[in-house]
């Protein structure tokens, strides 16, 4: 059974930090990019951040210089790392898992097969 369990979100102050963790299981992680997207209330889900199977990433021009995002393959788990938090970062918060091959580099939520639950991140101002 394929399972994304998405955590670490919480409440912080605009200019904090919080890591995201993506445990991953029941898929041959290796082949697989894994993304985060995030979701506020009344918008559209958005791409945040993506790691290819090879290591390369991707990131929405929002929260380029302030995220970062990892993986430890050892453990199967993709992290983001979110600095210099906004107000506007608050949103619910997921990752998902596509194909490699699937994936088209613009971080889009059709190219993902797999998701896991939200973990909600609220920062205030």
């Known amino acids: 059974e394929v399972q994304l369990q998405a955590s670490g979100g919480g409440s912080v102050q605009a200019g904090g930090s919080l890591r995201l963790s993506c445990a991953a299981s029941g898929f041959t992680f290796d082949d697989y990019a894994i993304a985060w997207f995030r979701q506020a209330p009344g918008k559209d889900r958005e791409g945040v951040s993506c790691?290819?199977?090879?290591?390369?990433?991707d990131y929405a021009d929002s929260v380029k210089g302030r995220f970062t995002t990892s993986s430890d393959n050892a453990k199967n788990t993709v992290y983001l790392q979110m600095n210099s938090l906004k107000p506007e970062d608050t949103a619910v918060y997921y990752c998902a898992a596509a194909l490699q091959g699937d994936y088209n580099d613009n971080i889009d939520p059709y190219d993902f097969d797999y998701w896991g639950q939200g973990t909600q991140v609220t920062v205030s101002s």
């Open positions: 790691i290819g199977a090879d290591g390369s990433t």
